[in-house]
């Protein structure tokens, strides 16, 4: 099992842009894929992007464009780059790797 630690949330202005980091911990994690979720107040999970091993990334489509996923190999680090960020961003966000572990989360609170 890997471990995962969300940070980079806090309270953002709309337009505004916030960079998420999530940290794992296993020994391999340049062949991991993780993906990133949110869950907004009164919503359900929602995913929103996944890196692959490869370099290949996806994106849900309402975050294309703003969202932008990247990793550091070497720093067992992926980042959540979030650009023109709206009150609907509102939510806590997660990092799952690829055994299905999930981090603790890490709030985003939109504020106009």
């Known amino acids: 099992q890997e471990q995962l630690v969300e940070s980079g949330g806090g309270l953002v202005q709309v337009g505004g842009s916030a960079r998420l980091s999530c940290v794992a911990s296993?020994?391999?994690?340049?062949?991991?894929?993780i993906d990133w979720y949110r869950r907004a107040p009164g919503k359900l999970r929602e995913w929103l992007t996944i890196?692959?091993?490869?370099?290949?990334?996806l994106y849900l489509d309402s975050v294309k464009g703003r969202f932008t996923i990247s990793r550091d190999n070497a720093k067992n680090t992926v980042y959540l780059q979030m650009n023109n960020l709206n009150p609907e961003d509102t939510a806590v966000y997660y990092c799952?790797?690829?055994?299905?572990?999930w981090g603790q989360g890490t709030q985003v609170t939109v504020s106009s």
């Open positions: 890196t692959h091993s490869g370099g290949k990334v």
């Open positions: 296993g020994r391999t994690f340049s062949d991991y894929h």
């Open positions: 799952k790797g690829p055994h299905g572990d």
